[in-house]
């Protein structure tokens, strides 16, 4: 699997999404109670509200990556949530419908973004490898999520008030992870009959 170099970008620009966003999620709903004023009562209609979104949208977002290609559409998504990562890591005190309209911009983006990058991955990886390739892209996303949560919590302070300090440096790196991702998705090829011909003959 890693001898070819369209599996190690493929697989590096996995790790890289998930940890664009695994970097902010572990402590988005502490981030929007404690700096953002929100109640933990309002913060379920947080979730309620962006997974009604998120449930309308995929659909929609897997009818435009086949119809408008998945590299396309990865990288437009992808590019629209620089700007809610960027958002919602420095949002100061305001009300519950301001921070709606942010944080289901946010999650919609995010996980919208996830659909066109693994369609797009996939087609990386001979039909004859894939459950090999994915067993091994679902091990480096678990990896990538750990090392996120890990990183973001040595950023990650808190105030005399008991807000959270970092977590805007946290949105940076997350922004910065996802332009990393961009670049390798333009990068990534489909899979050709090259790769059966390197495939060494069985002993």
């Known amino acids: 699997l890693f001898s070819f170099s369209s599996h190690r970008r493929a697989l590096l620009s996995v790790f890289a999404f998930t940890l664009s966003g695994f970097a902010i999620f572990p402590y988005l709903s502490a981030f929007q109670v404690k700096n953002v004023g ?5 913060l379920a209609w947080v979730f309620f509200i962006g997974g009604l979104a998120t449930i309308v949208t995929s659909r929609l977002i897997g009818w435009s990556a086949d119809r408008f290609g998945k590299r396309r559409m990865f990288l437009i998504l ?4 620089l700007v809610p990562i960027i958002v919602i890591t420095h ?7 301001l921070l709606l309209v942010v944080s289901t911009l ?3 983006l995010m996980s919208g973004r996830f659909i066109p990058l693994m369609a797009l991955v996939t087609t990386c990886v001979e039909p ?3 459950g090999a390739f994915m067993s091994l892209s679902s091990a480096f996303q678990n990896l990538a999520a750990g090392v996120a949560s890990l990183g973001s919590g040595a950023l990650i302070g808190h105030a005399a008030d008991g807000s959270l300090t970092g977590f805007g440096t946290v949105g940076y790196c997350a922004a910065g992870l996802t332009l990393l991702c961009i670049a390798i998705a333009r990068r990534l090829q489909p899979a050709t009959s090259q790769m059966s011909a390197a495939k060494p003959s069985p002993a």
């Open 38 to 42: 929100i109640t933990e009562a309002e």
């Open 78 to 81: 992808a590019a629209c949530s």
């Open 91 to 97: 949002m100061p005190r305001s009300g519950l419908p």
């Open 106 to 108: 946010f999650m919609v």
């Open 128 to 130: 004859r490898m894939r």
